[in-house]
């Protein structure tokens, strides 16, 4: 049997033990309270948490002058959270028959066993009649949620080098795509609280504002661009062409001013076009020498400087000329011979058109 020297030695052992559990403990509590109370708080928030989704604005797309060419419109969407439903099939043939969708559609939705649900697509970017007959329901369960729609002012309008964005708001084409990043801002919410049942808690909701997209301002001025389009639309009808395009620009700093092609659409209604007429911007896809007509602005160039006399100063066409390596010939077989400088524009004379070409760039020497 234990002696008393030896009962009082292991109680002292156990206080100590107990002592030190109860130490661990408390530094245990006082460090869940301190260190990981914004951890552990959002942890178990995010279990009894929802969220609404609320879009931010797409940035916008300005002229030079301040122009926008491309805006955003608020829409609604439709959002459901099915534990909150009670009467699922009254909130069914409802929604249905505003939603002018089938029974079995909008089933779909409304039994989906899912703690948000955005009813997509048929539910989205609805227009102020539907969503008010949505709102005077008063259905428990059933959500409203703020969008953004993108807008296309003037239509057709500059609408290959815009492009054109998804029912998500992505940028799929042009700049809505090359700048996606920047444009597509950061969603808000409308935070509410609910059992685990997805009972709503008599809480206060959360507003967590949206982040809009950054906004772009191009080099384009919608003016002379209004003025394209319109010239545009008249060489369609007058001719009837395949295809047609033209290019502003800004020769002392390459900005582009205005750009164009035919055919055209309007991207508020892409899916209606074939992708060819959407893939297209011929200004910058069909690229080609300019060929003769390019014998213009060189014999300008020359002229402006007065470097050519278009009566006076002469140049013999002999047929061919070498420069480098490389034997460039006229079009005509044994040249024209003898010229005035405004024969070889008559002629379109190749070598001519050479010897314009060198005149110029003397000027840039």
Not at 48 to 59: C, K, V, Y
Not at 228 to 243: G, H
Not at 248 to 275: C, H, Q, V, W
């Amino acid at each position: 049997m234990l002696n008393e020297k030896q009962v009082n030695q292991k109680m002292k052992l156990f206080i100590i033990g107990v002592f030190i559990v109860f130490i661990i403990v408390i530094l245990k509590v006082f460090y869940i309270q301190v260190f990981d109370y914004n951890k552990l708080n959002d942890l178990a928030s995010d279990l009894w948490s929802r969220n609404l989704p609320i879009e931010a604005d797409r940035g916008k797309i300005y002229d030079r002058n301040g122009v926008v060419l491309a805006d955003n419109i608020t829409t609604t969407s439709l959002v459901l959270i099915p534990n909150q439903i009670k009467d699922k099939e009254l909130v069914t043939k409802k929604l249905a028959v505003i939603l002018n969708v089938s029974y079995d559609e909008m089933k779909s939705h409304v039994y989906k066993k899912t703690s948000i649900e955005r009813v997509h697509p048929f539910g989205r970017r609805l227009s102020y009649e539907v969503a008010e007959k949505i709102e005077k329901l008063k259905l428990e369960g059933v959500y409203l949620v703020r969008e953004s729609k993108r807008s296309y002012p003037y239509g057709s309008e500059l609408a290959h080098t815009l492009g054109f964005v998804g029912i998500d708001n992505q940028g799929l084409a042009g700049i809505e795509l090359q700048y996606d990043d920047y444009l597509t801002g950061e969603y808000g919410a409308i935070k509410y609280f609910s059992d685990a049942k997805g009972n709503k808690l008599s809480l206060s909701q959360v507003y967590e504002s949206p982040q809009n997209g950054v906004n772009v301002t191009l080099t384009i001025n919608h003016e002379v661009q209004a003025s394209m389009e319109r010239e545009l639309d008249n060489v369609m009808t007058k001719y009837n062409p395949e295809t047609a395009l033209a290019i502003a620009m800004d020769p002392n700093s390459g900005e582009i001013l205005a750009i164009s092609s035919r055919p055209n659409f309007n991207p508020t209604n892409y899916k209606n076009y074939d992708t060819e007429t959407l893939n297209r911007n011929l200004p910058i896809w069909a690229t080609y020498e300019p060929g003769s007509t390019f014998k213009i602005i060189t014999l300008s160039a020359a002229l402006n400087e007065n470097l050519v006399n278009l009566d006076k100063d002469t140049f013999y066409d002999g047929g061919s000329v070498k420069v480098a390596n490389a034997k460039i010939k006229c079009w005509k077989h044994g040249g024209h011979g003898a010229q005035t400088f405004l024969q070889v524009v008559e002629n379109s004379c190749n070598l001519g058109g050479y010897t314009g070409t060198f005149l110029s760039s003397k000027m840039l020497i």
